[in-house]
């Protein structure tokens, strides 16, 4: 399968540049997930409105290094990009704090649950040459110099629609939102009630067999604990994004 690489699709990336970052989270002891029921008694509900807010005041609490430099649009080119130099500064201290530690969620909602892919022979192959390309473009060397991770996800946007070129790694990924109380398909962390700015909250936990997903329904509740691989924070001016990915 030949596969043409645009240009085109790289620039309109290189603005994410501005908002990528990683955030940290709370050392925690136990490993393991306890399942809950779909619909909780009325009882719970309680129970489910104090889990919610502990949930988010953790987040809160673990990201205002980096949240207390967000960009306005008041600020000048300067300010700006001092901003973003000391929130970078505050990421790498966090992220360099966290990673490999063991933390815990309460009574988050499953998404979803994925076979987890990588890149197969050929995929390797086709994304060698995509760097290559990328690399000798004057436009594109500065980010693929100074960016790497930024570089590996521009290759797997042009590689994401070769059939041929991922393959199962046999581990599986299941995905989580924290679901906000008494709302209908409402998740993460929503400022000042209703259509206010809201902080978007994705978790994804790595399971290492098929059995031990089997067992796990989509829309059901679970308490998550696992060991931080990764922390990202995106900045959109009105919303945030918070992606966790555990082990």
Not at 20 to 43: A, C, F, M
Request: aromatic share 8%.
């Amino acid at each position: 399968m030949k596969l043409r690489f645009s240009f085109r699709l790289l620039f309109p990336f290189l603005l994410l540049i501005l908002f990528l970052g990683y955030e940290p989270i709370r050392p925690q002891s136990d490993e393991g997930e306890s399942s809950q029921e779909e619909n909780p008694p009325v009882g719970q509900k309680d129970k489910y409105a104090e889990e919610y807010e502990s949930n988010c005041n953790f987040i809160l609490d673990l990201l205002t290094p980096v949240r207390d430099h967000r960009e306005n649009y008041k600020d000048t080119e300067i300010q700006k990009k001092k901003k973003q130099e000391k929130r970078e500064a505050a990421l790498a201290v966090i992220k360099k704090a966290i990673v490999g530690k063991a933390v815990t969620f309460k009574s988050l909602q499953v998404m979803n649950v994925d076979s987890e892919k990588t890149l197969s022979a050929n995929g390797i192959r086709h994304g060698k040459d995509l760097m290559a390309k990328i690399k000798n473009d004057p436009q594109s060397k500065l980010v693929a110099q100074t960016n790497g991770e930024f570089l590996e996800a521009i290759i797997r946007l042009n590689l994401a629609f070769c059939s041929d070129c991922w393959k199962d790694t046999g581990r599986y990924i299941v995905s989580y939102e924290i679901p906000i109380p008494k709302a209908e398909l409402e998740f993460g962390i929503r400022f000042d009630g209703d259509g206010a700015p809201k902080m978007s909250i994705y978790i994804k936990k790595i399971f290492p067999n098929e059995n031990q997903v089997l067992e796990i329904r989509k829309d059901s509740r679970l308490d998550v604990t696992g060991k931080v691989k990764s922390i990202s924070y995106t900045d959109r001016g009105y919303d945030e994004d918070v992606g966790l990915i555990l082990e």
